[in-house]
């Protein structure tokens, strides 16, 4: 596999995750107005305090996850083996985003309360700000310099 095919396919994940949030948020807002029914409001002021609480616990978690794991695998002196490791624990900082922004919009969905999309917009915001490339990578990874000449010449492939 070559560096350029690498990031492709985890671009390709990333923005798959992003387009399954932001799905889910037009069908939510479409079910809104068709006029799905609400949950009582006291639900809804439980679910004031539970939301933001699991949207930062989501943002904290998967830095700190991530961050861990960049440890253990800055210690690999495999180039491949490093870039299955991201792979890997860049999905699992992205799942941790993603499980607060659909519980924010399943919150809306059933309170039809704008406070909740507005979290998951947040979320998405997030996301975005998460988009992994080779710059991101290299500086994540602290790696030497003929290991980031690999991954910037897209065409190399990587043993």
Avoid: W
């Avoid at 798959?16 to 799905?23: K, N, S």
């Avoid at 996850?65 to 490093?82: A, D």
């Avoid at 792979?87 to 922004?101: C, D, N």
């Amino acid at each position: 596999m070559t560096s350029g095919e690498y990031f492709k396919s985890i671009k390709i994940v990333h923005i798959a995750l992003v387009i399954g949030v932001v799905f889910f948020i037009l069908i939510s807002v479409f079910l809104q107005i068709k006029g799905f029914g609400t949950v009582a409001p006291e639900i809804d002021n439980i679910l004031l305090f539970v939301v933001p609480i699991f949207a930062l616990g989501g943002i904290f978690a998967s830095n700190f996850v991530f961050k861990k794991r960049l440890n253990e695998i800055r210690k690999k002196s495999n180039l491949k083996e490093k870039m299955e490791e991201y792979r890997s624990a860049l999905i699992v900082k992205l799942a941790l985003i993603e499980g607060p922004s659909f519980f924010a919009v399943v919150t809306y969905l059933l309170t039809g309360n704008y406070i909740y999309l507005g979290l998951a917009v947040i979320l998405i915001i997030v996301f975005l700000i998460y988009t992994p490339n080779k710059t991101k990578f290299i500086n994540d990874l602290e790696l030497a310099k003929n290991e980031s000449d690999l991954i910037n010449n897209s065409e190399s492939e990587i043993i």
